[in-house]
C-alpha cells in the first residue's frame, strides 16, 4: 500500500458485506485533524445505518461507515492549534451523512469534533464513549441542567446511552435511579444505583415508592414510544423530560400539568449540519476528565475485530449477544 491509498471497510450497498478496500487515502484540510485511526466502536445506530433503516442518519452509498472513533494524529492542517501529530485522540466524527466513517486507516476530522483522549483509558475504551456520553452530556446538563441531589430516572438504563447517562448523573451529584429488564438488572447495578424492573413495575408505583409521590427532578427516556409518555407520568412538578428518541405522537398534557419543561437530543447534529461541533469536542474534554478521575466505567466485549471482519462485529451487536462494548481494531 503506497502513502497515497488506505485501507477501508466499503460498504457498496445497504445490507451488503462489508468489502476490504484500497482508498485514496485523506489529507488533513484547513480546519481538520489527519487521524490515524486505532479502533472503531460499533454502535447499534451504526448496523441501522449498514441496513438503511436509520431515516435520521442516512448515508450515501458507497461509503465507509463508523461514528465513534480512536486514534493518533498524524498531521494537522491549516489553522490547527489544539492538536499536533502524536497526540491520542477521540471523536464522534463521520459516519453520517457522507462524512467518511473510521471503518477505515485514516480519517481527515474536523478538529472541533476531537478531544485529547483520557489518559487513564485505553484507545479501544476510548472509542466507545463519544456517541453515548455526547448524548447523555447533551440532555443531562445542557438541557435539564442537573444539579447535585437531584433525583434523576433513567428509563432503559442497560443501553449504551442509558449506562451513560447513569454514571454521568452520579458524578455529577445526583441520585440516580434505572428502569432495566429483570435478566439485565446487573448491567446497572454495578454502579451502585437503584434498579427498577421495567417489565413489572408501573410507573406510579415507581413514583409513590422512590419518591414519595414527588416525581423525579429530570427523567430521561432513552426508548421512545411508550416510555415516554411514562417519562410525562414520572417527572416531578417543575421537573424536565428528555429524549433520545422523541419521535412519536405524544400526550403532553401530563407534562403541562405539572408545568414541567421537555428537551429533544438530537446528537447527531453537529455532525450532518456543521453548527455546533465546537460544542461536542469540549463535552467529550469534559467527559474525558471525569474517566481520569475513574468515575466512567467502560467494559469491552472479549472478542476482538478488524477491518477484515465487520460483519461479525455488527452481527454481534444485532444480535444483542454482546458482553460489552464491541470495537473493530484498525490499528495493533
Same mark, same amino acid.
Given at each position: 500500500?503506497?502513502?497515497?491509498?488506505?485501507?477501508?471497510?466499503?460498504?457498496?450497498?445497504?445490507?451488503?458485506?462489508?468489502?476490504?478496500?484500497?482508498?485514496?487515502?485523506?489529507?488533513?484540510?484547513?480546519?481538520?485533524?489527519?487521524?490515524? *485511526?486505532?479502533?472503531?466502536?460499533?454502535?447499534?445506530?451504526?448496523?441501522?445505518?449498514?441496513?438503511?433503516? !436509520?431515516?435520521?442518519?442516512?448515508?450515501?452509498?458507497?461509503?465507509? /461507515?463508523?461514528?465513534?472513533?480512536?486514534?493518533?494524529?498524524?498531521?494537522?492542517?491549516?489553522?490547527?492549534?489544539?492538536?499536533?501529530?502524536?497526540?491520542?485522540?477521540?471523536?464522534?466524527?463521520?459516519?453520517?451523512?457522507?462524512?467518511?466513517?473510521?471503518?477505515?486507516?485514516?480519517? !481527515?476530522?474536523?478538529?472541533?469534533?476531537?478531544?485529547?483522549?483520557?489518559?487513564?483509558?485505553?484507545?479501544?475504551?476510548?472509542?466507545?464513549?463519544?456517541?453515548?456520553? *455526547?448524548?447523555?452530556?447533551?440532555?443531562?446538563?445542557?438541557?435539564?441542567?442537573?444539579?447535585?441531589?437531584?433525583?434523576? /430516572?433513567?428509563?432503559?438504563?442497560?443501553?449504551?446511552?442509558?449506562?451513560?447517562?447513569?454514571?454521568?448523573?452520579?458524578?455529577?451529584?445526583?441520585?440516580?435511579? $434505572?428502569?432495566?429488564?429483570?435478566?439485565?438488572?446487573? /448491567?446497572?447495578?454495578?454502579?451502585?444505583?437503584?434498579?427498577?424492573?421495567? $417489565?413489572?413495575?408501573?410507573?406510579?408505583?415507581?413514583?409513590?415508592?422512590?419518591?414519595?409521590?414527588?416525581?423525579?427532578?429530570?427523567?430521561?427516556?432513552?426508548?421512545?414510544? !411508550?416510555?415516554?409518555?411514562?417519562?410525562?407520568?414520572?417527572?416531578?412538578?417543575?421537573? %424536565?423530560?428528555?429524549?433520545?428518541?422523541?419521535?412519536?405522537? %405524544?400526550?403532553?398534557?401530563?407534562?403541562?400539568?405539572?408545568? !414541567?419543561?421537555?428537551?429533544?437530543?438530537?446528537?447527531?447534529?453537529?455532525?450532518?449540519?456543521?453548527?455546533?461541533?465546537?460544542?461536542?469536542?469540549?463535552?467529550?474534554?469534559?467527559?474525558?476528565? /471525569?474517566?481520569?478521575?475513574?468515575? *466512567?466505567?467502560?467494559?469491552?466485549?472479549?472478542?476482538?475485530?478488524?477491518?477484515?471482519?465487520?460483519?461479525?462485529?455488527?452481527?454481534?451487536?444485532?444480535?444483542?449477544?454482546?458482553?460489552?462494548?464491541?470495537?473493530?481494531?484498525?490499528?495493533?
Amino acid at each position: 500500500m503506497s502513502s497515497h491509498t488506505m485501507k477501508a471497510a466499503l460498504l457498496a450497498a445497504p445490507n451488503a458485506p462489508f468489502t476490504l478496500t484500497d482508498v485514496p487515502r485523506p489529507q488533513a484540510g484547513k480546519g481538520e485533524v489527519l487521524v490515524r *485511526i486505532h479502533a472503531s466502536a460499533v454502535n447499534p445506530l451504526d448496523t441501522k445505518i449498514r441496513r438503511g433503516a !436509520a431515516g435520521h442518519a442516512q448515508h450515501p452509498l458507497p461509503a465507509i /461507515l463508523g461514528i465513534d472513533m480512536a486514534g493518533e494524529v498524524a498531521e494537522v492542517g491549516e489553522g490547527v492549534t489544539a492538536f499536533k501529530p502524536g497526540d491520542k485522540v477521540y471523536g464522534m466524527t463521520g459516519g453520517v451523512g457522507g462524512v467518511q466513517g473510521s471503518l477505515a486507516e485514516f480519517a !481527515a476530522v474536523d478538529a472541533r469534533l476531537l478531544a485529547p483522549a483520557p489518559s487513564t483509558l485505553s484507545l479501544r475504551e476510548a472509542a466507545t464513549l463519544p456517541l453515548a456520553f *455526547i448524548t447523555a452530556w447533551e440532555g443531562l446538563v445542557d438541557r435539564a441542567r442537573v444539579q447535585p441531589g437531584q433525583s434523576v /430516572l433513567v428509563l432503559g438504563g442497560t443501553g449504551a446511552v442509558g449506562q451513560a447517562a447513569i454514571q454521568l448523573a452520579k458524578a455529577l451529584g445526583a441520585r440516580v435511579f $434505572a428502569t432495566a429488564g429483570a435478566s439485565r438488572r446487573a /448491567l446497572v447495578e454495578c454502579f451502585g444505583i437503584q434498579s427498577i424492573d421495567s $417489565a413489572t413495575t408501573d410507573v406510579q408505583e415507581v413514583v409513590a415508592h422512590y419518591t414519595d409521590g414527588r416525581g423525579f427532578d429530570i427523567v430521561y427516556d432513552t426508548a421512545g414510544g !411508550a416510555s415516554l409518555d411514562h417519562a410525562f407520568h414520572a417527572v416531578a412538578r417543575f421537573g %424536565h423530560v428528555v429524549s433520545a428518541l422523541g419521535w412519536g405522537t %405524544h400526550a403532553l398534557a401530563p407534562l403541562s400539568f405539572r408545568a !414541567a419543561s421537555y428537551s429533544g437530543v438530537f446528537t447527531l447534529l453537529p455532525l450532518l449540519s456543521g453548527e455546533g461541533r465546537a460544542a461536542h469536542g469540549e463535552i467529550l474534554r469534559e467527559t474525558g476528565k /471525569l474517566a481520569e478521575q475513574g468515575k *466512567i466505567d467502560v467494559t469491552l466485549d472479549p472478542r476482538r475485530f478488524t477491518l477484515a471482519n465487520v460483519d461479525d462485529a455488527h452481527a454481534l451487536v444485532e444480535a444483542r449477544e454482546a458482553e460489552g462494548k464491541v470495537v473493530v481494531d484498525i490499528v495493533a
